[in-house]
């Protein structure tokens, strides 16, 4: 666990990478694995939110509390969390071959929110205290 924290660069790496692929027109995914731009590979198959964005967002979230330790950083990682998840998906309104939908939305939320609660429970009742 301490490697995300000594490495903050990873952290900052795959923001990087996730806001490339947010924001390139078409998808990057699919050019590289169909050969098509216009294809979005799924994971899963979405129920009322989008599986994909679930998944990057719950992930990006949990080496974001790795990474992060202090209670001013994890203040400010919940905001930037947050405001990134929504922003994000709000350029897909001006960028070509992309669309927004409210679904991504709430799957990038929802993955943040998923992460919170957790991250919340394991400290209220101590499960990895001594």
Do not use: C
Request: aromatic residues 18%; glycine residues 6%.
């Amino acid at each position: 666990m301490n490697f995300f924290s000594k490495y903050k660069i990873v952290f900052i790496s795959i923001n990087f990478s996730l806001i490339f692929l947010y924001l390139f027109p078409g998808s990057l995914i699919g050019q590289v694995f169909y050969g098509n731009k216009k294809i979005q590979p799924q994971i899963t198959p979405d129920f009322i939110i989008s599986s994909n964005h679930f998944y990057v967002f719950f992930l990006i979230s949990i080496i974001g509390f790795l990474t992060f330790n202090k209670i001013n950083q994890i203040k400010i990682l919940i905001i930037y969390l947050i405001v990134i998840s929504i922003v994000l998906e709000l350029l897909h309104l001006i960028i070509p071959e992309r669309t927004f939908q409210w679904s991504d939305i709430f799957g990038n939320l929802i993955g943040v929110a998923v992460v919170i609660l957790i991250r919340n429970l394991i400290n209220k009742y101590g499960v990895f205290k001594k």
